[in-house]
Structure formats: structure tokens, C-alpha cells
């Protein structure tokens, strides 16, 4: 399967600061995934990165609040900025890897970022 | 109205006990993840499945399409089974995931 890796794994940040989160993946992907998840809630859709083109944001995200950028067909960033404690969540990355030999979705393992 | 399901949304279990979690979705789907999320946050895809059933060690999960359910099977639990367990779907003609609220699962020692 393919491999993905984020960082941080953590982070506790000040408010008013921002966090840029990587996402790492062993493998060219066409698509790439940015959910964040908040306490006790379930994973939300913030926004589709495809290399090459602007990010694509889900209703209730902003590029303003979230710049993504995508250089490369294995790397991806998610900044989440001016945070408040509201961006208190897990974020994660996840790649489609529909059409190559994996031909399904992977999830990397997360980046739990507490604001203070 | 979630359009993924999971039942139950606790449980409690011993070791050794044979355990069951549902999901299930309102539309057509082209894939079914299960996710096992540790308290630490880090998510583990544990099964694709877009028909029939799958089995890795001591986890089987099957699905049925025509009934729009999925069920997530443990058998001879383990406390180190204890996690959050998550039902993913990606609705066909998308690539997009809706996720369920997800199941806590704790196996006691």
C-alpha cells in the first residue's frame, strides 16, 4: 500500500500563530486530501489538492484560513493560520490512488494540533 | 441526519468476547473504508472493501451492498483492540469520504 506520513504528529501552538502541516507520499497520486477533525465529531472534507492547480476548498473553508499548496505529485502542505483554540482538531492528510496499482484511498496517520 | 451510521456508538467489551460494529449509508457507494483511530489520534485504514468480505488476522469485515451495510467484526478482542473505529464511504460518481461519528470500542483486561 502506499505510504504516507505527516508532520508534525503534534504541535501545541499560541494563539494568533499559524502551523504548516506536511503530508508525505511514497508514490506520484493525482489527488490528495486535507480533513481535519474535530474533539468528538467525525472527519470533514476541508479541501482537494491536485498538483498543478489550485486547491478546490469545501463549503466552510477558506484559502485565507487554510493556503494549501501542492509542488510536486508526492507532497502537499496544509497551513492553518491565525489559529484560535476553534482550531483545535486532528488533521489529516489522505491520497487516491485510483487508476495506479493501489486503486484505492490511504489515510496518513494524523497531526493532532492543539491551540492554547 | 448523518448519512453514515455507526451502532453502536460505545461499547464495552471483555477479552476474548466476540464483537460487531455496524455501519450503514443511504446512497449508492463505489467504497467502504474501516478506520481504527488510537487514543493518540493516529488513523490506521484497516480494510477497503467495495463487495463481499475481507479478512486480515483477527478482523473480518463484509459489506452488502443491496442492504447499504457494512459490519466490522473482531474476534477473540484484545484490550489492545480498544480504539475508536470508523466507517468511511465514497459515494459513487465522487471521490470524496463521508465519515460516520465512529464506534468506542474498550475490551477490558
Known amino acids: 500500500s502506499a505510504v504516507i506520513s505527516q508532520k508534525p504528529s503534534r504541535d501545541i501552538c499560541q494563539r494568533g500563530t499559524s502551523l504548516t502541516i506536511q503530508c508525505q507520499v511514497d508514490?506520484?497520486?493525482?489527488?490528495m486530501f486535507w480533513y481535519r477533525q474535530q474533539p468528538g465529531q467525525s472527519l470533514t472534507l476541508i479541501a482537494t489538492a491536485n498538483q498543478g492547480s489550485e486547491a478546490t476548498y469545501e463549503s466552510g473553508f477558506v484559502i485565507d484560513k487554510f493556503p494549501i499548496s501542492r509542488p510536486n505529485l508526492t507532497f502537499s502542505t496544509l497551513t492553518v493560520s491565525n489559529m484560535s483554540p476553534e482550531d483545535s482538531s486532528i488533521y489529516l492528510c489522505s491520497v487516491d490512488g485510483t487508476g495506479t496499482v493501489y486503486n484505492e484511498q490511504f489515510f496518513g496517520p494524523g497531526t493532532r494540533l492543539t491551540v492554547l | 441526519k448523518n448519512e453514515v451510521e455507526q451502532s453502536p456508538q460505545n461499547l464495552t467489551a471483555q477479552e476474548g468476547e466476540f464483537i460487531t460494529i455496524n455501519c450503514s449509508y443511504s446512497v449508492g457507494i463505489s467504497a467502504l473504508h474501516w478506520l481504527q483511530q488510537h487514543p493518540g489520534g493516529g488513523i490506521v485504514s484497516l480494510f477497503m472493501?467495495?463487495?463481499g468480505k475481507k479478512k486480515h488476522g483477527r478482523l473480518i469485515a463484509t459489506i452488502n451492498i443491496q442492504e447499504k451495510h457494512s459490519s466490522l467484526h473482531i474476534t477473540a478482542s484484545h484490550p489492545r483492540d480498544s480504539a475508536v473505529y470508523i466507517c468511511?464511504?465514497?459515494?459513487?460518481?465522487?471521490?470524496?469520504?463521508?465519515f460516520g461519528t465512529g464506534t468506542r470500542l474498550k475490551v477490558l483486561a
Open positions: 468511511a464511504v465514497r459515494w459513487t460518481g465522487t471521490y470524496k469520504y463521508i
Open positions: 508514490s506520484q497520486v493525482t489527488m
Open positions: 472493501l467495495s463487495s
